[in-house]
């Protein structure tokens, strides 16, 4: 069972050899579940992630952890050179595409974060708490634009692996969906939204795995899991990406009495420099579903280790110590 995991792992993580051996290479993936995005990066599989995360509101002087969430990944890679001199490295791509499994009554079942909750004071005077939902913008007919990830790594005939950092440009549709002054709920519009989607850069740091590390995946995740969380990323065995966001201005912020919010929640929010951080594990292929990824309502779902089978030691779920630590509270 484990050989079968180890064989897509070994086609997501670069190994020239099995990816042109790869008997599907020039066949696209079926879309098992509708909604999810189209996958950009072929041959690949799909695949289960596990995220957690922490986001701070400057003006609010608020960290607001993000709970586990599942992504539903599309990963691959492929070289982007011909076959190297004796000597010289392998240079491939490396990279995918994921999309949030939306929880509970969201209007669509992939794109939509669980809602977050942040606490602030209206104009200086009346405690406020404003609840926010975070989802992945749209094209016009719909369909999710993915978030993205690739970067070109090489690997030298001794296995020794380089992969630079990796830069994530994305933005997200913000819309707040509930807010409270002094405790009471008022009725907020179901249009509470920024201007625009909020722009996101994060980059995760690159890093150089020693090929006596790197001989099986089992070994270099034994590595990775010897480094700091903080000091890594890649797109398919995991780590940490760090950045900001820019929250745009709020609009259509009324409430059922008539007034308009929307000045309060931009004083409250809005503005550059918002630091984001993003964790998480290596992708993971589900043997007993024929390696689909999340279907719909499988937001709070990390159905690993998987019972009856060989489950890679990088599947499994966040303990409480391994979730992201507020940072230390500063009076200034």
Not at 185 to 208: E, F, K, L
Not at 302 to 318: I, K, L, T
Request: hydrophobic share 35%; with cysteine.
């Amino acid at each position: 069972m484990w050989r079968t995991i180890r064989r897509y792992r070994r086609l997501l993580s670069l190994s020239l050899i099995l990816l042109l051996a790869w008997p599907v290479a020039s066949q696209a993936a079926p879309m098992p579940y509708p909604g999810l995005p189209e996958p950009t990066i072929e041959p690949g599989n799909w695949m289960w992630v596990r995220q957690i995360g922490m986001s701070e509101t400057v003006k609010a002087k608020q960290h607001v952890a993000v709970p586990p969430l599942t992504l539903a990944a599309y990963g691959g890679s492929l070289p982007t050179g011909g076959d190297p001199a004796p000597g010289e490295p392998y240079h491939m791509l490396t990279g995918g595409d994921a999309a949030f499994v939306s929880p509970p009554g969201s209007p669509e079942p992939y794109g939509y974060m669980p809602p977050i909750r942040v606490r602030t004071v209206g104009f200086g005077l009346l405690p406020a708490e404003a609840t926010i939902q975070i989802s992945q913008r749209r094209r016009g007919d719909g369909s999710i634009v993915p978030i993205h990830a690739e970067v070109n790594y090489f690997m030298m005939p001794d296995k020794t692996r380089t992969l630079p950092d990796t830069v994530i440009e994305d933005a997200f549709e913000v819309r707040v969906i509930q807010v409270k002054l002094d405790g009471v709920d008022v009725g907020i519009s179901g249009n509470c939204r920024t201007v625009r989607p909020a722009p996101v850069t994060m980059i995760g740091p690159g890093y150089t795995a020693p090929g006596e590390h790197n001989q099986s995946n089992e070994d270099l995740m034994a590595y990775l899991d010897s480094l700091d969380v903080e000091s890594y990323f890649d797109p398919v065995f995991g780590g940490q990406l760090t950045g900001t966001i820019e929250i745009p201005p709020f609009t259509g912020c009324t409430t059922q009495s008539g007034d308009d919010l929307s000045a309060m929640l931009t004083l409250s929010a809005s503005g550059p420099g918002n630091r984001v951080v993003a964790r998480a594990r290596a992708a993971c292929a589900l043997e007993s579903n024929f390696n689909l990824p999340p279907a719909p309502g499988d937001y709070d779902k990390f159905p690993f280790p998987e019972e009856g089978y060989d489950n890679p030691p990088w599947c499994r779920e966040y303990e409480p110590n391994e979730l992201i630590p507020y940072p230390e509270r500063s009076d200034s």
